[in-house]
């Protein structure tokens, strides 16, 4: 079965700088990976997802790259605001039943 | 607001209880999953409904019987669970169960088992 590692437990930068989280995974390379957000008490929300003819996504201040030969997406939140503290988590799909998979999270704090 | 409403928020059970969980969605969505989440672990997938049928049953414990009576309705009867049961239990829906579509997520029952 497919195995994701996200770069680390927590992140802590400095407010306006660029938060670069890595979602890295095992096996083969999935169709399409996407990124959610998930702030304490709350259910995970969908931000992003990119698919493997993909290189790069963008939405506002977020930026996805995949790059299926490193086996790794990379999230990027640029002019990072304290108001983007939150647990972000990767998904792929896995296997033949094509369900999703998901990463344990990083734990971003944007200090102010 | 979801779209994704889960009840109760809270609960807490003994080991010989029966409670149920409920998950409604207002998104007119084909496919539901129920997923657990232990705290410094990944999503679990447990299960997921297709138009009302049951398509993954991820090695999940008897003691879990999930209840899908419509495409917009979700349940999770519980009985005789164990502490380790303890976590967050979400509900989830998508457009449909295969395929990339985003998952849209209620906001969790927090389940502590005494």
Redesign the interface.
């Known amino acids: 079965s497919q195995k ?1 590692e996200q770069n680390s ?1 927590a992140l802590n930068i400095q407010e306006g700088k660029t938060a670069t989280l890595t979602c890295n995974y095992t096996n083969y390379s999935p ?2 990976l ?1 990124w959610y957000r998930q702030d304490p ?6 931000l992003l ?1 990119i ?1 493997e003819n993909e290189k790069e996504k963008r939405k506002e201040r977020l930026k996805v790259t995949f790059d299926t030969t490193l086996k790794q997406s990379l999230f990027h939140i640029t002019a990072s605001q304290p108001a983007d503290s939150a647990t972000y ?1 990767c998904a792929l ?1 896995e296997g033949s ?9 990083t734990q971003l704090t944007v200090l102010p | 607001e ?1 779209g ?1 409403t889960q009840t109760p928020r809270h609960l807490v059970m003994g080991m010989t209880n029966k409670k149920s969980l409920k998950c409604e969605q207002h998104l007119g969505h084909n496919a539901m999953y129920w997923y657990k989440q232990s705290a ?4 679990e ?1 447990m299960f ?1 409904y297709s138009l009302e049928e049951r398509v ?1 049953n991820n090695s999940v414990p008897s003691r879990f019987s999930p209840e899908c009576p419509n495409s917009s309705h979700l349940f999770l009867h519980l009985h005789t669970l164990q502490p380790e049961d303890s976590a967050l239990y ?1 509900c ?1 829906s998508s457009q449909d ?4 579509q ?7 029952t927090r389940l502590s088992i005494l």
């Open positions: 994701i437990e169709a399409y996407q008490g709350r259910g995970p929300v969908f997802l698919r988590l799909e039943a094509r369900q999703l998979t998901f990463g344990s999270g | 979801t994704v410094k672990k990944p999503l997938l997921v993954e979400l989830a169960a295969w395929g990339i985003p998952q849209h997520f209620g906001d969790g």
